[in-house]
């Protein structure tokens, strides 16, 4: 099995800046794609951003120069910068990732628990 944990999130001022981390482990062979989602409050969820293995990355026009998505294949974790955040910036945010737990297995599809971002004043 794998786990995906998230950390990093918090209360920040709007304006400000956080960083959060994506950690895989488990029964790992592979570690493909991997996506930023988030959730608020009564809205569906929402890709923010993804990154390939290969470190071609991709964000949403709404996040699109605030956000920057980075990851460490030795460490089999993900980053998103999140700078300049706004109160509509405010959700729980998801790591996704598409894994291959043996060579010529299919990929599968795991996700995180959340990590929760408050933007107020």
């Known amino acids: 099995q794998v786990q995906l944990v998230e950390s990093g999130g918090g209360l920040v001022q709007p304006g400000g800046s956080l960083r959060l981390s994506c950690a895989a482990s488990?029964?790992?062979?592979?570690?493909?794609?991997m996506c930023w989602y988030r959730q608020a409050p009564g809205k569906q969820r929402e890709l923010v951003a993804a990154?390939?293995?290969?470190?071609?990355?991709n964000s949403t026009d709404y996040v699109k120069g605030r956000v920057a998505i980075s990851r460490d294949n030795a460490k089999n974790t993900m980053y998103l910068q999140m700078n300049s955040l706004k109160p509509e910036d405010t959700a729980v945010y998801y790591c996704?990732?598409?894994?291959?737990?043996?060579?010529?297995?299919?990929?599968?599809?795991?996700w995180g628990q959340g990590t929760q971002v408050t933007v107020s004043s």
């Open positions: 996704n990732a598409h894994i291959q737990h043996r060579f010529g297995e299919p990929l599968y599809d795991y």
């Open positions: 488990g029964s790992i062979f592979s570690l493909y794609a």
């Open positions: 990154i390939t293995s290969g470190g071609n990355t």
